[in-house]
């Protein structure tokens, strides 16, 4: 006659109880966060003096370096977008302990700047000499403002460029809308128009490289503006939408394929900065590794 009232309670909070375990471990699982990072252009340090808005969110070729060698030699996957999708509609359920394993991030480059060609590429292609492992990165273009073909002074790619990043196997090459407009702020006409014709314009630039259409298939909207309707539509012609929001993305809480959150960087990150965002075990090894790479730079700068 004691015990009934107690025995009542039990199995409730025993599940509460398991609710909080369940908590824990999905809050302290570091496979189910994948960095997306959104860079725009990559400009060599001595070039920018005096800098503007508009330089400050590019990232300096010697840090983006150091980066992207802190990832290779600490193992990370350089996912492509359809890499990402396909994990995200993974039904496997050792998708954790793969991820896990395998390291997952993404680099991403938005606006199609000239210099994601003449300064990122030549990193790539030496890291790749040293390492024998290919860095591949997502870039977000809008076709409507790519170079013309003999085009000297435009500060954008032009479409043979990003023919041979993706011939060469590192780009990935994605859409940005055509003219880089806010899209909540269109007519559903105009909206449509940025939307599939940035998707047409560039299949045809990449058509005989690309015969499964992996080209734009995914979709970064512009200043990362969506909303219910902009959703709608991008939804029609593409797997997935980014953000750009400065937020990681965690794969047990995101709610919609259309809203992958990126983190944002821009120049005044360091390369310290930029990996304890979310390398959590940032160990002694790495920085050491770190501090080595920053003295060989400093050294190269005095001769
Ligand atoms: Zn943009």
Known sequence: MLNPP?????????????????????SQDSASII???GFHGVITNQKYVNKTDQDRMHYSQKDLET???YLIVNDYWFLTSQDLYNILSSKNPKISQILKKRKPIMLSFDDGYKTVYTNLLP????????????VKVVLFINPGTLANKNSVDSPNLGCEELRKGLQQGFYDIQSHGLNHKDLTRLSDQRLIKEVLQSQNELRKCTHDLDPEKKVASHFAYPYGAYNPRVKKYVAKYYLSGYLYNNKLLNRNILKSYYEIP???VNQQESVKNLIGKFDTKFNQKTIKFLSIKEKLGKAKIKQ
């Open 6 to 26: 107690k025995n009542k309670n039990f199995p409730l909070s025993l599940a509460i109880v398991f609710i909080l375990v369940i908590l824990i471990i999905i």
């Open 35 to 37: 960095p997306i990072l």
């Open 67 to 69: 980066f992207l060698e």
């Open 123 to 134: 990193i790539l292609k030496r890291l790749e000499k040293k390492y024998s492992k290919k």
């Open 262 to 264: 990126r983190l944002t």
